[in-house]
């Protein structure tokens, strides 16, 4: 990202997560409650194990906010890992039990984790220096700063959604959604489903995977509604925005595939039928009557609705082990079993609006500039009122 920048911190067992956004204009609302609300969004979902019953992610605001605004200055969160109690003696930045953390010790590599690679590249005898932060608990971080991000957006008149468009096999021939579709996702529903007829059958999905010691991944589905178009750049390749989304989307945790609008299918079929014709309406509005491009063409937003879809592979903790190596013996050995869930898709569609929202939000201050939200609105009305008298 350009204008915004985003660090995060923290283990998933050690105290707790900070993040810190810098590049926020000043004089943006910061709503609490809006944030806590995406913070419980990310911890729900059918599916999750022991350890969200354990948390109540609080995003605490430690800087750059006063008085309900941001001041410019770069604004920091902070998150308290309530488990870090239970893993004090095996955690603590200063001091660890000996005999505990050799209980603790993770020394058979699961398979498609980052264990080994983490591993091997920071030559760590214990599996959990790397488990620890390559854990998808960091997303509560990212969440946090794209909850900002969203109301920057908001300023905008741009809203996004997401939902499970399949888990494990069930749903994954169904069609691309749209907007509409994720409008009805119920947040509350124990998958955060786009096909609400197919959820009774998913949770039945989970109970029978959990039961086999195995896992699940699939698809989530996220949406950019009301984005101007003219967000993003086709002149540079490491400013196109679908890169830019691509790569962002990719970083969710087990996330191995991006898809934009309906690529996969287009890919298949001739040029006839993978575009979107053009039309101009009465009222001077350019508009399509598909959306198979997913709002950017030529890595530029072109008025259309972002639509991305995130592929998650199943979760690389298994309760029955994969094939491994025992890192002391070097002998073959299952690999270790963590706790972990079965499948976060539900969260994974939450933090997928995050990482969507912060480079749209970056994407909209390169177009629109400004340090103080009052100038960074002044030019974005100009700018769209000089775009709907264009091509004049
Ligand atoms: C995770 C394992 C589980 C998940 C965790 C990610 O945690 P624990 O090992 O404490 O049971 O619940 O996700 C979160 C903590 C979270 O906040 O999303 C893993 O190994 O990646």
Do not use: C
Not at 44 to 56: D, K, L, N, S, T
Not at 139 to 148: M, Y
Not at 202 to 225: C, F, N, Q, S, Y
């Amino acid at each position: 990202m350009k204008r915004l920048r985003l660090t995060t911190a923290g283990e998933s067992h050690g105290p707790g997560l900070t993040a810190v956004l810098s590049g926020l204009p000043a004089g943006l609302a910061v709503d609490s409650e809006f944030i806590a609300r995406d913070m419980r969004r990310r911890m729900h979902g059918y599916g999750r194990g022991h350890r969200m019953q354990i948390e109540q992610d609080e995003a605490v605001i430690r800087g750059g906010v006063r008085d309900g605004e941001t001041l410019g200055s770069p604004v920091t969160f902070w998150i308290e890992n309530r488990d870090f109690e239970n893993w004090r003696e095996v955690m603590d930045p200063y001091r660890v039990d000996p005999d505990r953390a050799e209980k603790r010790r993770l020394k058979s590599p699961r398979p498609g984790h980052a264990d080994l690679a983490g591993g091997l590249k920071y030559l760590r005898r214990d599996l959990r220096d790397v488990l620890e932060r390559a854990s998808a608990r960091e997303s509560a971080a990212r969440v946090a700063a794209g909850a900002l991000a969203k109301l920057l957006l908001a300023q905008f008149g741009v809203e996004i959604r997401s939902g499970v468009r399949y888990l494990g096999a069930l749903g994954a021939d169904r069609p691309v959604p749209d907007w509409s579709d994720l409008e009805k996702v119920d947040d509350t529903s124990p998958l955060r489903a786009i096909h609400r007829d197919l959820e009774p059958q998913m949770v039945e999905l989970v109970d029978r995977t959990k039961k086999d010691g195995d896992t699940l991944g699939g698809a989530v589905t996220v949406i950019a509604h009301s984005v101007p178009p003219g967000w993003g750049s086709y002149v540079h390749w490491d400013e196109k925005l679908d890169g830019r989304l691509a790569q962002a989307l990719m970083s969710v945790p087990a996330v191995k595939a991006i898809e934009f609008g309906s690529a996969l299918e287009a890919s298949k079929g001739p040029g006839s039928a993978a575009h979107d014709a053009i039309e101009r309406t009465s009222e001077g509005a350019w508009q399509r009557l598909t959306n198979r491009a997913g709002g950017l063409e030529g890595g530029v937003t072109n008025g259309e609705d972002v639509v991305a879809t995130a592929y998650k592979k199943p979760i690389s903790t298994l309760r029955t082990g994969l094939p491994s190596v025992d890192l002391d013996t070097l002998e073959p050995h299952r690999s270790q079993y963590e706790r972990s869930d079965v499948t976060a898709l539900p969260a994974a569609g939450v933090i997928a609006e995050a990482m969507m929202a912060l480079v749209l939000a970056d994407a909209a201050l390169e177009k629109y500039g400004g340090d103080s939200m009052e100038e960074v609105l002044l030019h974005f009305n100009a700018s769209r009122e000089r775009q709907r008298r264009w091509p004049g």
